[in-house]
């Protein structure tokens, strides 16, 4: 399951970086908006699939989605491969490619489902954080495999008789397909169900032949809170939203206040992001050993708290204003639209060329911007401050609210549940580009950080209402103390 977790991620960054100039080859009416589509389609497909493959692993042997979930990502994969084929449309079939992908990709639900049903309350919080830290992993390794392929070039090699190129573009997702079919002789070859109640005791699942629902022990007896099932689904909500923003805005917000170009904005945020991954692994580890002593709700309490630190530092205070892209009114020249556009309209940074130097791409915060006129620049000081403090936060709630929830849910089957809170995760990260990129935009920093730190702020406060109810499911039962899970 781990595995599955990681090849999962690789799935879907391996190709995130070179979407657009593929996109821009095979169908050059394609635009920055449709790019944006093609984005938000793989969380669209995550989210309606999500509950659906937790539906079927209630009922029958988890295998059966996974094989499936995983089969659909590899035929996703190949179908990507050859959008290049079709004389119109392609980029219609590169659109239902990354849906599938996507779709493929609601097996998640099924993967934490799995293992919170195959371990007591005392190994719960440290395989959650084992699950997040080989998810971590695989999206930190994706972009560096799409790197080592971008070896190949452009053309690289065709195979007429299958009508394949294998270039920087297709090679990266075949492998991914390749990642998959070994996923699935794995899951063939050794996986096996196994569940245990919230003590450890083993018992026959109700998944091992799709019978025998009737020897749950005494254990599953009672009702699950569904108060805080919906609060830890809006706190999951929340979590992902806040850190959706934060992806989104680091591109334009350095382009804006450093006057960076976007070529040096992708490398240095890529570094950023990078060391953030690395920094998530290892919280994901030290988590495991401090839940133990603090438990998980002062935790998430403390993750949280860290969050809002992190956008409050963002938030502009001195007196210096960024620099100002003044060329383009002097020249009434027509902006150049850049390629990220169609996820986040702030992406859009008009090529103009500056007064000083001449460059082809000028830099500094666009006067088309009003704010940018008004609104002092975050030194950058406080950006990497706040880049430190969110991707130590961010990975803290992240464990923290899978492993509340699934302790919450108890000893029952739990994938439709888990459907449901992959489902709000993908919401919110449909959502979050979208919210940010209009307030930065017409509102900026400070608006768009204000209202994010009024957010945590809510969660903040629903997590101390729901605090007490955030318990074990057996605790809430009298069938084990706190202080044993």
């Known amino acids: 399951m781990y595995l599955t977790m990681f090849l999962s991620s690789v799935g879907f960054s391996i190709v995130i970086m070179s979407v657009w100039p593929y996109l821009q080859k095979i169908d050059p009416t394609a635009d920055a908006s449709f790019l944006g589509w093609i984005i938000a389609s793989y969380s669209i497909g995550q989210m309606v699939a999500s509950p659906l493959f937790g539906l079927w692993s209630n009922h029958r ?8 979930s995983t089969a659909i990502s ?56 084992n699950t997040s830290a080989c998810q971590a992993v695989g999206f930190i390794l994706g972009p560096v495999f799409q790197t080592c392929f971008t070896l190949i070039g452009e053309e690289g090699v065709t195979w007429k008789f299958l009508c394949l190129q294998l270039n920087m573009y297709t090679t990266p997702v075949l492998f991914g397909a390749l990642l998959g079919v070994i ?19 083993q018992y026959k699942s109700i998944n091992s032949d799709g ?21 830890l ?134 006067v088309t911007q009003s704010w940018c006129l008004n609104t ?23 464990v923290m609210s899978y492993t509340l929830y699934s302790k919450v849910l108890g000893p029952k089957p739990q994938g439709v549940y888990m459907g449901w809170l992959t489902a709000s995760g993908s919401g919110a990260r449909i959502l979050g580009p979208v919210f940010v990129s209009q307030i930065y935009t017409h509102l900026g920093p ?26 074990a499911f057996s605790v809430r039962y009298g069938r084990m103390q706190e202080e044993n899970c």
Not at 86 to 95: F, G, I, Q, R, V
Not at 449 to 463: E, K
Request: glycine share 6%.
């Open 376 to 398: 002092p620049m975050i030194y950058l000081a406080q950006y990497i401050s706040s880049d430190v403090l969110i991707g130590l936060g961010y990975p803290v709630c992240n």
């Open 61 to 68: 042997p988890r295998r059966e989605p996974l094989v499936i």
């Open 74 to 129: 590899v035929a996703a994969n190949c179908l990507y491969a050859y959008v290049h084929v079709p004389h119109a449309h392609n980029k219609y079939y590169m659109l239902t490619a990354r849906a599938l992908v996507g779709f493929g990709a609601g097996n998640v639900a099924v993967v934490r489902s799995y293992i919170a049903g195959a371990t007591s309350l005392m190994e719960r919080t440290s395989a959650m954080a």
């Open 233 to 366: 689904n809006v706190l999951f909500f929340v979590i992902l939203f806040v850190f959706a923003v934060f992806e989104t805005i680091a591109t334009p917000l350095t382009m804006d206040m450093y006057s960076w170009t976007r070529k040096e904005a992708v490398f240095y945020n890529g570094i950023i992001l990078s060391v953030i991954g690395i920094e998530s692994v290892i919280v994901f580890m030290v988590v495991k050993t401090l839940s133990k002593k603090t438990g998980e709700r002062a935790i998430l309490h403390a993750g949280l708290l860290i969050v809002l630190v992190g956008f409050f530092i963002l938030l502009p205070w001195g007196k210096k204003l960024p620099n100002i892209q003044w060329q383009e009114i002097k020249n009434n020249s027509i902006p150049r639209t850049a390629p990220s556009e169609m996820l986040a309209p702030f992406w859009s940074l008009p090529e103009l060329q500056l007064p000083s130097n001449h460059t082809a791409e000028p830099v500094g915060c666009p």
């Open 183 to 201: 996923n699935i002789i794995l899951i063939f070859a050794i996986f096996r169900e196994h569940r245990v109640d919230d003590m450890g005791r």
């Open 211 to 231: 019978e025998g629902s009737d020897v749950l022990d005494q254990s599953t007896e009672g009702s699950i809170d569904h108060v805080a099932v919906v609060a």
């Open 446 to 471: 400070r608006w768009a950080f204000s209202l994010i730190c009024g957010v945590v702020v809510v969660s903040l406060l629903l997590l101390e209402i729901v605090y007490k109810r955030l318990i």
